[in-house]
């Protein structure tokens, strides 16, 4: 470590390779929304979020996984064709709470062509939010997996490696040589789902009527009618208490009154 007064450690953020924050000065002060795109080897995560002085405000976030849950995606969550549908269905979010244009903001990761970051921006472009972007950067021939087809086809059908490498898909019941057809089907039910700009149930997520319970038999409710109501009886009210009488002194005993005798021992009348 350098030991000049001029040294400055750099922030624990740009020293773990999280925040540029020469790049986000920039993207703050333009005051427009940030289309956050970030990518794993199973997931992908596309947000649109606006910098505000209490902290960044999340106007539409989708994950990869939400194609599983809600739209019947069957082949792995961390190919091209579902970082595509995720960046598709972030941007018919964004549109249905208002939002009309975003600034891509990819991070510190290196803007590689045809990326999985540009197949979310692609889907959020076909989700007609303006995103100023060049063209150069896309593949779109990899957006529907026919890459993936491709190379599925070349392996064969009764390989081992065929069968190595695309265990998730056959645990899944979907043959890779065939994603496009299944990435077409889940990309109409996402455009399906936000008719009139705003978001609708699934059609397979609408949870069928609650079963009303059978009336009990027209012979008990007549039973219940004959029935005689006993009414509760009347609570008697109890009569006030006396107070009971302050028991009286004992009278004094009177004393005898004693005889006198004379000075001869007789006794005086």
């Not at 007064?5 to 773990?16: D, H, P, Q, S």
């Not at 995560?45 to 739209?71: C, F, H, M, W």
Request: net charge positive; proline share 7%.
């Amino acid at each position: 470590m350098s030991t000049s007064g001029n040294y400055r450690v750099k922030l624990r953020r740009r020293r773990e390779g999280k925040t540029d924050y020469q790049a986000r000065k920039a993207l703050v002060t333009s005051r427009k929304p940030r289309l956050v795109t970030r990518a794993s080897l199973k997931n992908a995560t596309v947000q649109i979020s606006l910098a505000k002085p209490s902290g960044d405000q999340v106007l539409a976030s989708a994950n990869s996984r939400e194609l599983i849950r809600n739209y019947g995606w069957k082949a792995p969550t961390g190919n091209i064709p579902a970082a595509y549908l995720t960046g598709l269905l972030c941007g018919y979010k964004a549109k249905a709470a208002g939002v009309k244009e975003a600034i891509l903001d990819i991070g510190l990761i290196s803007p590689t062509k045809g990326s999985k970051i540009f197949a979310m921006l692609s889907g959020v472009l076909d989700a007609d939010i303006d995103v100023p972007h060049s063209e150069e950067k896309m593949v779109k021939e990899r957006l529907k997996g026919e890459h993936i087809a491709k190379y599925a086809k070349s392996l064969g059908l009764d390989s081992e490696e065929y069968s190595a490498k695309f265990s998730k898909y056959k645990a899944k019941q979907v043959a890779p040589e065939k994603i496009g057809e299944h990435f077409t089907k889940v990309k109409a039910d996402i455009i399906a789902s936000f008719k009139g700009g705003k978001q609708m149930v699934p059609s397979h997520e609408k949870k069928a009527p609650a079963k009303e319970e059978p009336a009990p038999p027209a012979v008990e409710e007549k039973e219940a009618k004959k029935a005689p109501v006993k009414k509760p009886a009347a609570k008697k009210e109890a009569a006030p208490k006396k107070k009971p009488a302050k028991e009286k002194a004992p009278a004094a005993k009177e004393k005898a009154p004693k005889e006198k005798t004379s000075k001869k021992g007789e006794k005086k009348a």
